[in-house]
């Protein structure tokens, strides 16, 4: 879905639940959170994937 993007008052909600929580930090020590840290392959994790599709030929 091109849609599916968060919107303001759902990551208000989500900030809020969160400090109710306790989930707090010092502000030099605040990083964002991510749902998926590694957004991308290496070159060899790349050529391992495709040799696993195509049964081990590399093109």
């Known amino acids: 879905d091109g849609e599916a993007?968060?919107?303001a008052l759902a990551v208000a909600h989500a900030a809020l639940r969160a400090?109710?929580?306790g989930r707090t930090v010092p502000a030099d020590q605040a990083a964002p959170e991510?749902?998926?840290d590694k957004v991308a392959q290496t070159t060899a994790e790349r050529i391992a994937?495709?040799?696993a599709q195509t049964g081990g030929a590399q093109r």
């Open 5 to 7: 993007l968060p919107h």
């Open 19 to 21: 400090f109710r929580a």
């Open 34 to 36: 991510y749902v998926r």
């Open 49 to 51: 994937a495709r040799a």
